[in-house]
């Protein structure tokens, strides 16, 4: 898609999402629930309840244009990317941490919230390997760990609810966004020291371990996934502040790219092999390089600089109270050093869910949603 093309879409869509806030309320959700998977790109407050974690964003600025200006613990100035998936697929709003409801109250919980909603069991910092994030951040909760909270769930859910409900796991949604964290903690770890362990030599083992969370996913019920692939993570400010230039860590884009490419041909296998199972695989790459590379057809004026943080490019601390903010969170791509603002999480989850075959496939999120 040519980027005068890309910016019509977003345009279209705004317009598009004008007509959704009015028919949200009486429309029925596209899917029976939906079930989010992952790191701090779908984390919407699971760290919040993990006091040993340093992975957590339950502050300002944070949160800053959420309603009421509330830090949710999402790694953004207002809504992410699951949050507005959740709204195109007609849910009023994302399904809640699990972690949130882990007092006591879990069959309440589930009798009230599964068959409207979902759950959220993403945590920021983790990745593919039970490793990851462990070291940096301290309490994360790790894929394969989520997956067993959803195994958890699901027994709850065939309990409480009966067969019915247990049927609906089938139809309902499984949105994916994990492996960054692997890639950032690859290079952080290795590359300097032994630069030779790049590319496949990494990529293959978090593939085939991720290839063992879907079929254990599967084997739980899951039939729909939504798997958002790992986006152009050189180019995050953090990355670009380390460079004298400001250019993006290309290295590390390349891994990225190579992580997609794998993982498409995973789901192609799985497909094959799994009866039932469908996928649409975004590239979350591709969507943001379109961005980054032509900055004068881009609705971005600030590709580079993250919106909150201090330094070089805002990208030499984490956004906290006393970080400088820029006045205008609309015009900058990045909301801190690691993370897209709200705009930018809108216009992903646009890509996702409206976009052609140059960045979801074999189908978007919203034909994926409508397979019988």
């Known amino acids: 898609m040519a980027k005068s093309a890309m910016f019509s879409l977003w345009?279209?869509?705004?317009?598009?999402?004008?007509?959704?806030?009015?028919?949200?309320?009486h429309s029925q959700p596209s899917v029976p629930a939906l079930y989010i998977f992952g790191d701090s790109?779908?984390?919407?407050?699971?760290?919040?309840?993990?006091?040993?974690?340093?992975?957590?964003?339950?502050?300002?600025?944070?949160?800053?244009?959420?309603?009421?200006?509330?830090?949710?613990?999402?790694?953004?100035?207002?809504?992410?990317?699951?949050?507005?998936?959740a709204q195109f697929l007609k849910f009023y709003e994302s399904p809640p941490p699990f972690l949130s409801f882990s007092d006591g109250n879990i069959s309440q919980f589930l009798i009230k919230t599964v068959p409207t909603k979902g759950i959220n069991f993403a945590s920021g910092g983790?990745?593919?390997?039970?490793?990851?994030?462990?070291?940096?951040?301290?309490?994360?909760?790790?894929?394969?760990?989520?997956?067993?909270?959803?195994?958890?769930?699901?027994?709850?859910?065939?309990?409480?609810?009966?067969?019915?409900?247990?049927?609906?796991?089938?139809?309902?949604?499984?949105i994916i966004s994990v492996g960054s964290n692997d890639i950032f903690e690859h290079f952080d770890y290795n590359y300097t020291s032994n630069p030779i362990v790049t590319g496949q030599n990494y990529i293959a083992p978090l593939i085939s371990t991720y290839e063992t969370h879907l079929r254990n996913l599967y084997g739980l019920g899951a039939r729909r996934f939504g798997i958002i692939s790992v986006g152009a993570i050189g180019c995050c400010p953090c990355q670009r502040n380390s460079s004298r230039s400001g250019d993006c860590f290309e290295a590390m884009n390349v891994d990225a790219q190579l992580f997609y490419t794998a993982l498409r041909r995973l789901l192609q296998?799985?497909?094959?092999?799994?009866?039932?199972?469908?996928?649409?695989?975004?590239?979350?790459?591709?969507?943001?390089?379109?961005?980054?590379?032509?900055?004068?057809?881009?609705?971005?004026?600030?590709?580079?600089?993250?919106?909150?943080?201090?330094?070089?490019?805002?990208?030499?601390?984490?956004?906290?109270?006393?970080?400088?903010?820029?006045?205008?969170?609309?015009?900058?791509?990045?909301?801190?050093?690691y993370h897209p603002t709200q705009t930018a999480s809108n216009l992903a989850a646009s890509g996702l869910y409206f976009g052609n075959k140059s960045y979801v496939v074999p189908m978007n999120f919203a034909e994926l949603a409508l397979q019988p």
């Not at 345009?11 to 949200?24: E, K, R």
């Not at 979350?284 to 004068?296: A, E, F, G, L, N």
């Not at 030499?316 to 006045?327: N, P, V, W, Y």
Request: aromatic letters at 10%; glycine letters at 10%.
């Open 41 to 85: 790109t779908a984390d919407v407050g699971t760290n919040n309840y993990l006091p040993g974690s340093r992975a957590r964003a339950d502050f300002p600025y944070n949160g800053i244009d959420f309603p009421q200006s509330k830090p949710t613990g999402r790694f953004s100035n207002g809504f992410n990317t699951i949050d507005y998936l």
């Open 269 to 337: 296998k799985l497909s094959s092999e799994c009866e039932g199972l469908m996928y649409a695989l975004g590239d979350s790459y591709k969507m943001t390089r379109s961005i980054i590379d032509d900055p004068d057809q881009s609705v971005f004026p600030e590709i580079k600089k993250a919106c909150c943080g201090k330094g070089k490019l805002k990208a030499e601390d984490a956004c906290k109270r006393d970080s400088d903010l820029c006045g205008d969170r609309t015009t900058h791509l990045f909301w801190d050093r």
């Open 126 to 174: 983790s990745g593919l390997l039970n490793s990851t994030g462990q070291h940096q951040y301290g309490m994360v909760i790790s894929f394969g760990e989520q997956i067993q909270q959803f195994g958890s769930v699901r027994s709850h859910i065939s309990e409480l609810l009966g067969a019915s409900a247990v049927a609906n796991i089938s139809k309902s949604l499984f």
């Open 11 to 25: 345009l279209n869509i705004i317009v598009y999402l004008g007509i959704l806030g009015l028919q949200v309320s």
